[in-house]
């Protein structure tokens, strides 16, 4: 072979060693390519369950019971209950002076004066011009009966009771202090008797009849006919679907009793 050839031939060993080596370097650099691309589209998706979850973190927030104002009054009527119920309603008028409140009991009652503490601290919210709303799920019972009056608008669930009866403190020591808490536990049942009369159609002699040695239970139906609430909530579709039907016969039968 002259040395001509062998200097071609070498030529071309390191033009197809150069070829080799540019097609190795492309194909990693493809490699690369495609792994970079492969990890953006992974943190793209990331990044996208990340909005996702933040958005349904924000939609849960927004739905929670702080965020709407709607206090659950649960178990008895207590000084620590009441301060817990305060505190918060004193946080969001602070947050929001003008703010619409929503207080839903479910308490057997408890404390009479610690219970008028908060009634008297609901008045205050009204006349700040909060607009209270005040409901019962299960039952308001005594002194959360009396709580229910408290709002501007008062409703009750459709399967839930309200509970009226006398007031009871316990009496102990010499005669005379015995009569004078006696004494005290009528001018608080006067208090009781107006609050209830004042917010409906009761009257103060209908409460004594019926409270008087007594528990007076009376349905979410009995207590909007009393005008001791506004409205019934909560009510089976199939339940209203029958009221409507009854309200729609009696007044066909009151038009037919006009008629004659």
């Known amino acids: 072979m ?3 050839s062998k200097k071609s031939r070498k030529e071309v060993d390191a033009e197809i060693a150069r070829t080799e080596a540019e097609t190795r370097k492309l194909v990693a650099e493809t490699v690369k390519t495609e792994a970079e691309a492969r990890a953006a589209a992974a943190e793209a998706a ?8 933040a958005e349904r973190a924000r939609k849960r927030a927004e739905t929670a019971d702080d965020r709407n ?20 309603l004193t946080e969001w008028s602070r947050l929001d002076s003008k703010c619409k409140i929503e207080i839903i009991f479910s308490s057997p009652g408890g404390s009479i004066i610690d219970g008028f ?26 002194m959360a009966g009396i709580l229910l009056q408290a709002g501007d608008t008062r409703w009750v669930g459709h399967q839930a009771w309200v509970m009226i009866h006398r007031a009871a403190f316990g009496a102990f020591g010499k005669t005379y202090e015995v009569e004078d808490e006696v004494e005290f ?24 009849r019926n409270w008087d040695r007594k528990d007076w239970w009376i349905s979410a ?27 729609a016969k009696k007044r066909s039968s009151a038009k037919r009793r006009k008629k004659k």
Request: charged share 30%.
């Open 2 to 4: 002259s040395a001509e």
């Open 46 to 53: 990331q990044a996208e369950i990340d909005l996702e979850e």
């Open 69 to 88: 104002y709607l206090y659950r009054f649960s178990g008895e009527v207590s000084k620590s209950t009441v301060s817990g119920c305060m505190k918060k």
């Open 117 to 142: 503490e908060l009634f008297d601290f609901i008045q205050h919210l009204r006349n700040k011009g909060h607009h209270i709303t005040t409901g019962t799920l299960g039952m308001a019972a005594s």
């Open 185 to 208: 536990v009528k001018r608080i049942e006067e208090r009781i008797l107006e609050i209830f009369t004042t917010r409906s159609k009761l009257t103060k002699q209908k409460i004594k």
């Open 221 to 247: 139906d009995e207590a909007l006919e009393a005008h001791l609430v506004d409205e019934v909530r909560a009510m089976m579709p199939e339940a209203k679907t029958k009221t409507l039907r009854t309200s």
